[in-house]
């Protein structure tokens, strides 16, 4: 049974759908999943993260992580973005999503045209992946939701800067918070506004 509108990798019964969340925001986890769907559950709706409403991927992201073989999330950390770059820290969560999978896939397909280092198995990069392959579009979803969870979380802790509506981008909203609140732990110093606001501060 094959996801209907998706591509259909014939050959391997267990694949593993790998996306990443965050790469742009100037705050944050960047956070990856890599999800196992069971070809007996068809999840239906699935589509790339950013073309559903708030309200349709958490409900998706809810059915992913109960009819899934296998669902795993991985995370670079801030300072791990500022030492490694945003692109060797984006494969690294990947690297670790896969780790996490209860069960060992034996085809990754990765959204985008790279491939993380260190991957258990066989690994094929996808551009626009998360429009093409049900597992990626399902991994696309985990990772925004739980993303997006974090983001609330620091919007709790920290109300003066709006996470909750920015997710961390750097919209006018955040730069202007980022402007009269200060840089916080959370805030990627690597990243052109955070450096340039850090030097001009020196």
Do not use: W
């Not at 998706?6 to 100037?26: K, M, Q, S, T, Y």
């Not at 429009?131 to 003066?160: F, N």
């Amino acid at each position: 049974m094959t996801q209907a509108g998706f591509e259909f990798f014939a050959g391997h019964n267990l694949i593993a759908g790998v996306d990443e969340v965050g790469r742009g925001p100037l705050a944050g986890d960047v956070v990856a999943a890599a999800v196992i769907l069971d070809p007996n559950q068809p999840i239906e709706g699935l589509n790339d993260s950013k073309k559903l409403s708030e309200k349709k991927r958490a409900l998706l992201a809810e059915q992913i992580h109960q009819s899934a073989l296998s669902v795993s999330l991985g995370r670079a950390s801030v300072s791990e973005i500022d030492q490694l770059n945003i692109l060797q820290a984006t494969l690294l969560a990947m690297t670790r999503a896969v780790s996490g999978l209860s069960i060992q896939p034996e085809l990754c397909l990765i959204d985008g045209n790279k491939i993380p280092s260190g991957l258990p198995c066989l690994a094929e990069a996808i551009v626009k992946g998360d429009g093409k392959v049900a597992e990626i579009s399902a991994a696309s979803i985990v990772a925004k939701v739980a993303r997006d969870t974090q983001m609330i979380e620091l919007d709790k802790k920290h109300p003066q800067y709006g996470f909750k509506n920015h997710k961390g981008y750097g919209t006018a909203q955040h730069l202007q918070a980022i402007e009269l609140h200060g840089i916080l732990a959370e805030h990627r110093r690597s990243f052109a506004p955070i450096k340039n606001k850090l030097i001009g501060n020196q």
